[in-house]
């Protein structure tokens, strides 16, 4: 089982910055893919980014594409999301997730973080 916990959420103007970050603990990462996800009131959950633990290959949904990027430090065991030149519509509950590599779905999640950005 893993355990996930997300911080480094708040409010923000647009075009800020903020970083998240996803603690990770419980089992190894060497086989793994973490994911970011976000929710925005009465929408559904959305693919953000995530990075393959082994390796570092990446990938966005369009909407973040050259506005944040994910990165992972593996002695720690922490995944970043730093987010640039936010905007209003990326205000949202955002989810760290876990899958192993030949899993399809992401099966561990956070408890999720506020990131809400003002116009």
């Known amino acids: 089982q893993v355990q996930l916990a997300e911080s480094g959420g708040g409010l923000v103007r647009a075009g800020g910055s903020l970083r998240l970050s996803c603690a990770a603990s419980g089992r190894t990462f060497s086989h793994c893919v973490m994911g970011w996800f976000r929710q925005a009131p009465g929408k559904e959950r959305e693919f953000v980014a995530n990075i393959w633990w082994s390796g570092g290959g990446t990938s966005y949904a369009d909407s973040v594409k050259g506005r944040f990027t994910i990165s992972r430090d593996n002695a720690k065991n922490v995944v970043y999301l730093q987010m640039n030149s936010l905007k209003p519509e990326d205000t949202a509950i955002y989810y760290c997730?876990?899958?192993?590599?030949?899993?399809?779905?992401?099966?561990?999640w956070g408890q999720g973080t506020q990131v809400t950005v003002s116009s």
């Open positions: 997730a876990h899958r192993r590599t030949w899993e399809a779905d992401f099966g561990s």
